[in-house]
């Protein structure tokens, strides 16, 4: 069953949780070697950590729909709380420079995490399934609890009484040390108790404990020794267990009320096996320290004596438990066998009905020999072309591709080995035509003997497509995410170069002068034409589908490998309509098939020496539009035309094809109701066709209304406010348009503009979308809240207005925008149109 996507409140939570985790790694591995330093990094840390486990837990106590899981969230929640507080208050000994004393205030509210964490994790198993008591549950507790206590005092209790004290720090430090052992006891004890338990997230909290507790001890080991250091692993690992414990929180609200069967669990058995290895280990440890000591302990070889006891018993009654086992399972078994016998009378009145089912299965199923003879087949398998019954038996080699022939070969002979095999691999259906196939082989017994193997068959060809599909959707999502934030950087620096030049270029120039200040201009707009077609082609991936013009994006995909294609040698020539028609399809997509047809013939025009050209034409008529990329390369053979459509089908060498492109393209034209195909001869080139059919809506046939026209442009003086963090693009707009007599004033983020606009009147004011601070977006809002009159006179400026959060608030205010890098002429027509309309509507 497929687990059901965690809601997005829950992702948010777990990735602060793991982005909170990494940031701390970073921290201590960056930290300055100094103790203060580290300390300090170390306070930090665990205050974060345990405030952020405290709000995750208050989380899942008000989500969780269970009142009793509510109420263990609710103790766990004291719990990180007694730590934040006690952390705050060791926090504040070290802020004041003093020594705290032992135990002070924050050692109680560290020694009463212990307290909350064992009652709130209590009241997690409580709904599992207790265990029924057994005589090895009562050996496996006792073991457990003699173990612990065997560790306790080996390795803690006995090194602090000697070490001596006040009665009062003595009982801290025998709650610090005994305190975590302890717990994890208790972990064990409840596990054994308690089965099965889920893994997520009562699972989650157990390990968040354990990394605690084990912390803790190794804590109180480190100290007794004098070896503690902060900023060290053990830090790392008080860190990890609440960052840990935060994200089981996160998980709480949407895991399952109680294991359904296919949840991942803690069995009862782990729990077994991990209290007799933990007894054996930790005895093995108190039995190798007493050895070592100069001064054996008589207690410690009593508790050792005692724990080889019962570890004994319960290995003797474990046995005799397996033999009482055995003997049931080869009394069922000879049950079991003597039903089978009896059934088998009855199979023959059966043949009809598993015919039947045979052939209502939508897999194909097919029996064989030793050498692929079919000797059965269900009807779906007779439609993929596998038809026994003929004098001349066919076999299963007859319908693979005969590139795949020797791996069928193979794993047919593993299949009769006793092995059950699963694969892939090209098919040749009934017609002809070539997919891609999964098979299953089952070995069929008889006896002894592998007399046949029982293939199952799936055609995957639709469904290895559409993941093909899915994955480069995901690339392009990622891309689209990398893209956007690399435009806006560059947008910014070229929207600064094409300012200035513009500037310059209204002043009387010498030719030459004027033409370096025209190419860089030319150049500044040429970076902006680049990002634009970028962000264009990455925001790929959700399926909107609205009237696009093919003509640009043709221009804008050739502009993605233009300049590869020039290295190249290959020249581009873009034979276009002159009536820019427009389809109804996914822009996205269309780029996405252009650009594959476009790599396809530019790597067949690599292997010629001839004149290397590439046309890509559109052409439309009433009902459809064709889209054609001709290339004068070497053509592709007749044998090869009818298969090159088919997925992971490639001539070029491996690594440099995955035989999915072609297979992409003729998906992408089927889903808008279209159809590619090749036209080629050997040494012709090639030209591959895709015909889409034109927008075929109704609203889409009625006449388009006629565009109101524009407020004529404001004239005179105009006081302009700049709103953008990058100090020369304000200073370039500011030149630039008191070049044109208009005030400018500029401030670097939204509060300042807020207090400037209190202080006197604009006429327009153009602010920068993406800025530190109090962004476009927040502005926005602030203006129709406290000054809706300005809104109407709100201009956007923006790098990338193609991604999503950016593209949503352009479309929803209605804003007017002007695209990064700015022709200015244009920029000064919309300031002076917006200044006009708002005037006119005051």
Known sequence: MPSLPLPRLTRILVAIAAVSFLAIVLAYLLAPADRAARTRVADVSWTWTGLYALICSGVAARRHTDSERRRAWAWIGAGCALFLG??????????????????????????????????????????????????????????????AGALAYAFLLKPLFEAGGTLLALLTSVGWSVGGIAVLWRILVELLRYSPVPLAPTGVVIASLVILCASNVAYAVASL?????????????????????????????????????????????????????????????????????????????????????????????????????????????????????????????????????????????????????????????????????????????????????????????????????????????????????????????????????????????????????????????????????????????????????????????????????????????????????????ARAGGKQRNLVDLNDIARRTFALRSYHLSTLN?????????????????????????????????????????????????????????????????????????????????????????GLGLSICYGIARDHGGRIWVESEPGGGARFCVLLPRDQREEAREPAAAPEPASPAATGRLAVLVVDDEVALREALLRFLQRRDIHVEGVGDGREAIRLLEQRAFDVIISDVRMPGMSGREFLERLRRDRPDLVARLVFSTGDAFTPETATLLKESGVPTVAKPFDFAVLERVVREVAGRATASA
């Open 86 to 147: 006690g952390q705050l208050v060791w926090n504040g000994y070290e802020l004041r420079g003093v020594t705290p004393p032992y135990p002070s205030l924050a050692d109680v509210g560290f020694l009463g995490v212990y307290v909350c964490f064992l009652v709130g994790l209590a009241r997690l198993l409580r709904t599992s399934r207790a265990r029924l008591f057994d005589v090895e549950l009562l050996l496996d507790t006792t073991l457990v609890t003699l173990t």
């Open 225 to 537: 020794r004098g070896t503690f250091r902060s900023g060290g692993a053990l830090d790392l690992g008080w860190d990890a267990a609440f960052l840990l414990l935060a994200g089981a929180a996160a998980l709480a609200p949407g895991s399952a009320a109680a294991v359904d069967g296919t949840a991942r669990v803690i069995s009862d058995h782990v729990a077994r096996v991990t209290a007799i290895v933990i007894g054996l280990a930790g005895i093995a440890a108190v039995a190798v320290a007493q050895t070592l000591s100069p001064e054996p302990d008589a207690g410690a070889a009593v508790l050792i004596g005692v724990a080889v006891a019962i570890i004994g018993v319960r290995f003797t009654h474990s046995l005799r438990a397996n033999r009482r086992y055995a003997s049931l399972l080869e009394n069922e078994v000879a049950s079991q066998t003597r039903s089978l016998m009896d059934s088998l009378a009855a199979t023959a009145a059966a043949e009809r009905n598993l015919r039947l089912v045979m052939d209502a299965v939508p897999d194909a199923i097919v029996v064989v020999d030793r050498a692929g003879r079919i000797l059965e087949a269900n009807e779906p398998a007779r439609g993929m072309g596998a038809v026994p019954g003929t004098t001349q038996r066919p076999t299963l080699f007859d319908f693979v591709n005969p590139d795949a022939v020797a791996l069928v070969q193979e794993r047919l002979a593993t299949a009769f080995r006793g092995d059950v095999q699963r694969l892939e691999i090209p098919l040749i259906r009934a017609d002809g035509s070539h997919g891609i196939a999964a098979l299953l082989y089952a070995p069929v017994r008889e006896g002894s003997a592998i007399t046949r193997v029982l293939i199952l068959a799936r055609d995957v060809t639709d469904q290895r497509r559409t993941e093909s599909q899915y994955q480069q959707a995901e690339k392009l999502a990622a891309l689209g995410q990398l893209v956007s934030g690399v435009a806006h950087e560059i947008n910014n620096p070229a929207a600064i170069i094409s300012g200035f030049a513009q500037t310059l270029l209204l002043d009387e120039l010498k030719p030459e002068h004027r033409e370096m200040l025209q190419m860089m201009y030319d150049e500044a707009t040429r970076i902006g034409r680049i990002t634009s077609s970028l962000l264009a082609f």
């Open 570 to 658: 290959i020249t581009v020539a873009l034979d276009l309509d002159p009536s820019d028609p427009k389809i109804w399809a996914d822009a996205s997509e269309l780029q996405q098939l252009l650009l594959n047809l476009l790599i396809n013939a530019e790597q067949a025009l690599v292997t010629v020496d001839t004149p290397r050209t590439i046309t890509v034409r559109t052409r439309a008529d009433e009902r459809d539009t064709q889209l054609e990329i001709a290339d004068s390369g070497p053509g592709i053979p007749a044998e090869l035309r009818t298969r090159i459509f088919d997925p992971f089908f490639t001539t070029k060498p491996e690594g440099v094809g995955t």
